[in-house]
């Protein structure tokens, strides 16, 4: 424990661990899911998702990743060697470097999109305009692949300063500004003429929308969102001290997660139907609505740049802790250096990013089950590999790990009672694990 990293302050903790959770999947990816999904019926469902199996996942994650302070695999090892859970971890791994892979090309929108901002790009355009922006740019082989690889040079940059100094500083700052200016939007946009119409889009249900495919979408968009079922929240945890509260921190940085995302859908929503678009765009659907947006807003210059750049740090602190799966993972099971981990990480996922950046331009037609590159590393990714990875997880915690072992993580070393014990640990042991896997199997037409 000693020469490892930890968490110098209590914030740090927090900060850092919801600096993973929020970010485009939030932003960007929460709407376009809500769009396509019929509203109010995703939220229900991802709601459901996110307070009956988000948290007891994450708290199984915080339990063994505190329990142990090791990298995913030597720490499921250490809990009970043998055992063929451990293989969750190189799902995880797996997991990880294909969502870095696929996110760096949306953080690379984001990225061209701070640059149009700044340079007055993003200002007196009609909608067409827009959308014609948005395609012209992704489909342009050159340019998505360039801001890509930049972006992953940035994340690379970042990474070789180590655990405190990069991410904690970067999260602790930007995480309540990107927050507050959220809310600004969030009033703008209750004051569009539409906003009736988007409030009742996203929280007045129709509940014959609910589909297996809604379901899974739902619950592949909670871990995601939460950064869940890839070992990742466990291996921050494995640098967290003995004092932080486990059960409080998955509370807190589950419900400010929510909260961010459905502050997004408050803003994208009522302006989707005031400016007549389409809720079922796709991954399109904020690029072509968050422009419009500042243009109205008075000073709208000054909110673009400032916002794609918040969405900027908002992306790196989640790369940041989507790559330090790997990394530790290299580092301490292959015994290579911290600064050739992090190459190595930087170089895969500069690969394959790069193939998810051309699948909007040249590589459009390369389609595997239907889907082009990006779209099966996110569908594969999220939908498949997370719950996969969430039902160990929790099988693990619920089922293999000393009981003990458990309720001193959840007790914090007995330094605080924690009245819902019970309710917790039937959620790890039964309600997750089956939840997960019947919703995972329905949603994928196997039942
Ligand atoms: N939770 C992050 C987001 O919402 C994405 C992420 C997924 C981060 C998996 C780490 C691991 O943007």
């Not at 989507?322 to 930087?346: C, D, P, Q, W």
């Not at 909007?360 to 594969?380: A, C, I, N, P």
């Amino acid at each position: 424990m000693s020469n490892r990293a930890q968490f110098v302050t209590k914030m740090g903790v927090i900060a850092a661990t919801v600096g993973s959770a929020v970010g485009l999947g939030n932003i960007w990816r929460f709407p376009y899911e809500a769009g396509q999904h019929g509203g109010g019926a995703f939220l229900i469902v991802y709601l459901l998702c996110v307070f009956l199996l988000g948290i007891p996942v994450m708290i199984a994650e915080f339990v063994i990743g505190r329990s142990t302070h090791s990298n995913a695999l030597t720490a499921l090892q250490k809990l009970k060697p043998g055992s063929s859970l451990s293989k969750v971890s190189y799902i995880g791994i797996v997991a990880s470097l294909m969502i870095l892979s696929f996110y760096s090309v949306v953080a690379g929108w984001i990225m061209e999109y701070l640059f149009q901002a700044v340079t007055g790009g993003l200002s007196g355009h009609t909608s067409e305009e827009y959308a014609t922006l948005f395609s012209t740019f992704t489909v342009n082989p050159w340019r998505s692949v360039m801001w890509t690889l930049i972006f992953l040079l940035a994340n690379f940059m970042v990474l070789r300063r180590g655990i405190e100094k990069g991410i904690e500083r970067i999260s602790n700052i930007m995480m309540p500004v990107l927050f507050v200016m959220l809310l600004v939007f969030c009033v703008n946009s209750l004051f569009m003429p539409q906003a009736k119409k988007g409030l009742d889009f996203l929280f007045n249900p129709d509940f014959s929308q609910i589909t297996p495919k809604v379901m899974l979408g739902a619950l592949g968009q909670a871990f995601f969102s939460l950064s869940l079922g890839l070992t990742c929240l466990l291996t921050y945890a494995s640098y967290f001290s003995d004092k932080t509260p486990l059960v409080r921190s998955a509370t807190v940085v589950a419900l400010l997660d929510t909260l961010v995302a459905i502050l997004s859908g408050i803003i994208i929503f009522p302006a989707v139907f005031s400016f007549d678009m389409e809720p079922a765009a796709g991954p399109k659907l904020v690029f072509q609505i968050l422009p419009e947006i500042f243009q109205q807003l008075p000073g709208g210059y000054l909110w673009s740049v400032a916002f794609f750049l918040l969405l900027f740090f908002a992306s790196i602190t989640s790369t940041i802790s989507m790559s330090e799966i790997s990394i530790t993972y290299f580092v301490e099971a292959h015994k290579m250096s911290r600064s050739r981990a992090t190459g190595l990480n930087t170089v895969i996922a500069m690969t394959f990013g790069t193939l998810c950046a051309l699948s909007f331009g040249v590589l459009s037609d390369f389609k595997v089950f239907g889907m082009t590159l990006f779209e099966l590393f996110d569908y594969v990714s999220s939908n498949i590999m997370l719950p996969i990875g969430g039902v160990m997880l929790s099988v693990f915690v619920g089922w293999i790990v000393d009981k003990k072992v458990v309720e001193e993580q959840l007790t914090d070393y007995g330094a605080r009672k924690i009245t819902l014990m019970r309710p917790i640990r039937f959620c790890i042991r039964y309600v997750a694990p089956l939840c997960i896997s019947l919703i995972f199997l329905y949603g994928l037409g196997v039942l």
